[in-house]
T-cell receptor, first 113, second 113 residues
């Protein structure tokens, strides 16, 4: 079973609307959680990073939350734009080990005009 | 751009061909990675190099052969691939092996006929 589960797998939203993506994880011991954005035909690019003590972090119209007790994170996109169409990948890092990163399958977001 | 480049961006090859993927990072990082990204699957770590030494091989078939001649360059040599090897191959680098932020290249879209 994958240690990082994301939902919904895909969604379509109207331009200007908000949406929230979910990430649940079982990775332990937890070090940090990143959300990456991957545009079609490109590699993933980091949006936010959150450590154990952080509950929320924003990057422009993107706001990530973290509940380390329930092992859940969300990524909220405000006032979506066409350029937000992408895959959003949740990546959770373990505290030690060479292969520290556990990847989710991604949330595929399509913003339509 | 992330500072990690990959060539070619697209590759179509037959099962009997030999080809190579190239990755170059301009960030002065010490660790480099090869990932396989298939549709609707999490990124799969293939190989990890630290200071030009391979530190991890995640049970990858021998038809994939990595090479790291120096800390800025990483190759993936391909030989007698199978159609199920068709995927996006991503290269990444990080400051050091233990760093939890990786910078990804744009990937090579590989199709095996």
């Amino acid at each position: 079973k994958n240690q990082v589960e994301q939902s919904p797998q895909s969604l379509i939203i109207l331009e200007g609307k908000n949406c929230t993506l979910q990430c649940n994880y079982t990775v332990s011991p937890f070090s940090n959680l990143r959300w990456y954005k991957q545009d079609t035909g490109r590699g993933p690019v980091s949006l936010t990073i959150m450590t154990f003590s952080e509950n929320t972090k924003s990057n422009g119209r993107y706001t990530a939350t973290l509940d380390a007790d329930t092992k859940q994170s969300s990524l909220h996109i405000t006032a979506s734009q066409l350029s937000d169409s992408a895959s959003y990948i949740c990546v959770v890092s373990r505290y030690y080990g060479n292969n520290r990163l556990a990847f989710g399958k991604g949330n595929q977001v399509v913003v339509i005009p | 751009e992330t500072g990690v480049t990959q060539t070619p961006r697209h590759l179509v090859m037959g099962m009997t061909n030999k080809k190579s993927l190239k990755c170059e990072q301009h960030l002065g990082h010490n660790a480099m990675y090869w990932y396989k990204q298939s549709a609707k699957k999490p990124l799969e770590l293939m190989f990890v190099y630290s200071l030009e030494e391979r530190v991890e091989n995640n049970s990858v078939p021998s038809r994939f052969s990595p090479e790291c001649p120096n800390s800025s360059h990483l190759f993936l040599h391909l030989h007698t691939l199978q159609p199920e090897d068709s995927a996006l191959y991503l290269c990444a680098s990080s400051q050091e092996l233990a760093a939890n932020e990786q910078f990804f290249g744009p990937g090579t879209r590989l199709t095996v006929l």
